[in-house]
């Protein structure tokens, strides 16, 4: 998301020194901030996180849960080896085509399968399919209601080491708000307490963007 838990100023400067974005990456991430929706996509410094965190693990197939406009895809795809794929999941046909465009503006379609319709619906196929266990990776950054659910997917999916993260999960700082009752929020609260207390996993909830949940599978 696009807000932050440092200053305007500080934040110019992190970007600054740190970000190495490409120019569709550039391009896309200026578009989708002329939006009104633009709060959907992911901070250009958490992107460049999770690409450095797949790159270490050596990260060949992973899932993305909520796509949006693609930016976050860019970042993933790009970490990927030249074989690496990238199933990504969004039920909206309409800001998938730009992803679309991007990604093949940037060379990386060939990684990404975008599948569109019910995200668990998906999740479920590839388990039935016989994929549990065949992914290193999974990006959840979509419906806050669905949250454990894609989590609990994305344990089945990813194999032992692999890596699940999700996005929000400080949630505008809504989480702390005694008076916030919302069911985005209640959804988030709930999230958070069941992957700290899973002991499946090794987890940190890492103060980046709008927060950001690591949890490595055991």
């Known amino acids: 998301m696009e807000k932050s838990t440092i200053d305007t100023e500080l934040l110019a400067y992190l ?3 740190s970000l190495r974005e490409t120019e569709i990456m550039q391009a896309n991430r200026r578009t989708t901030a002329q939006q009104a929706d633009a709060n959907l996509q992911i901070n250009p410094e958490q992107g460049q996180l999770i690409a450095l965190l797949l790159q270490l ?16 895809s860019l970042w993933i795809a790009q970490s ?6 990238l199933l990504a999941c969004d ?10 465009r991007d990604w093949a503006a940037a060379g990386l379609a060939d990684r990404i399968e975008l599948k569109l319709g019910d995200a668990l619906a998906t999740l479920d196929a590839e388990i039935a399919a016989g994929m549990a266990g ?3 990776f999974v990006f959840i950054d979509a419906d806050k209601a669905g949250y454990i659910d894609y989590y609990e997917r994305g344990l089945a999916l990813v194999q032992a080491g692999g890596l699940i993260i999700a996005d929000n999960t400080l ?3 809504r989480v702390i708000d005694a008076d916030d009752h ?37």
């Open 15 to 17: 970007r600054h020194v």
């Open 57 to 72: 693990a050596g990260v060949r197939r992973g899932i993305e849960i909520g796509v949006y406009a693609g930016y976050s």
């Open 80 to 85: 990927l080896p030249a074989d690496g794929r």
């Open 91 to 100: 039920k909206d046909p309409e800001i998938t085509e730009r992803a679309r």
């Open 134 to 136: 065949a992914y290193d």
């Open 171 to 173: 949630w505008h700082g």
């Open 182 to 218: 919302s069911t985005d929020t209640q959804a988030i609260r709930a999230f958070n307490q069941h992957v700290h207390r899973d002991e499946r996993v090794d987890m940190s909830l890492v103060p980046i963007g709008d927060g950001l949940t690591l949890a490595r599978k055991r």
